[in-house]
T-cell receptor
Framework: QQQVKQSPQSLIVQKGGISIINCAYE??????FPWYQQFPGKGPALLIA?????SEKKEGRFTISFNKSAKQFSLHIMDSQPGDSATYFC???????????FGKGTTLSVSS | GAVVSQHPSWVICKSGTSVKIECRSL??????MFWYRQFPKQSLMLMAT?????????EQGVEKDKFLINHASLTLSTLTVTSAHPEDSSFYIC?????????????FGPGTRLTVL
């Protein structure tokens, strides 16, 4: 069964710290791995995405690390800010199909 | 670019009535749109895949007669919750795909909060 397992379920980080969220997948046919950020009462917003031919992608304070052999990828938020407090979802996509498979989400709280 | 809108943003209705939710891609054409349902503090659950000009494909366990989906144009898909009941109360989110840099990226609407009394 296609699954994306996400951990931790919740995370509390001090302002200025590094937030790390991990995801693991099973289906080797997945070829696109986006991260979404969702604030309460809003739709998810695409944050950053990576392809399996790249081991790391950085955009500002957000970095995805990708380990193809381990079938794992993670989101690192550097210099975490209170405004980063939200729920983060990892996802995986198979070009042969079109639907995203989502992780269960991580609620991040950044204390000031 | 890649903006998706939903209307209404929230709706309250009486049990037994039908509610229509619109999803529009504002600045691009979307051959495929998706409808998701999200319960509080949970992940997004895919309900159906909507392709322009064809019947929607529903996920297992989703009643197609209950949740009617119409994708009449490349920029508009609608979800109608028929004979709504309190258990249909949820946050409904649509997304639309845009082909970018060899991948179909999904962009989400802001969601519609449905409350059935």
């Amino acid at each position: 069964q296609q699954q994306v397992k996400q951990s931790p379920q919740s995370l509390i980080v001090q302002k200025g710290g590094i937030s790390i969220i991990n995801c693991a997948y099973e289906n080797t046919a997945f070829d696109y791995f986006p991260w979404y950020q969702q604030f309460p009462g809003k739709g998810p917003a695409l944050l950053i995405a990576i392809r399996p031919d790249v081991s790391e992608k950085k955009e500002g304070r957000f970095t995805i690390s990708f380990n193809k052999s381990a079938k794992q990828f993670s989101l690192h938020i550097m210099d975490s800010q209170p405004g980063d407090s939200a729920t983060y979802f990892c996802a995986a996509h198979n070009q042969a199909g079109t639907a995203l498979i989502f992780g269960k989400g991580t609620t991040l709280s950044v204390s000031s | 670019g890649a903006v998706v809108s939903q209307h209404p943003s929230w709706v309250i209705c009486k049990s037994g009535t039908s509610v229509k939710i619109e999803c529009r891609s504002l600045d691009f054409q979307a051959t495929t749109m998706f409808w998701y349902r999200q319960f509080p503090k949970q992940s997004l659950m895919l309900m159906a895949t909507s392709n322009e000009g064809s019947k929607a494909t529903y996920e297992q366990g989703v009643e197609k007669d209950k949740f009617l989906i119409n994708h009449a144009s490349l920029t508009l898909s609608t979800l109608t919750v028929t004979s709504a009941h309190p258990e249909d109360s949820s946050f409904y989110i649509c997304s639309a795909t845009q082909y970018r840099d060899i991948y179909n990226e999904q962009f989400f609407g802001p969601g519609t909060r449905l409350t059935v009394l």
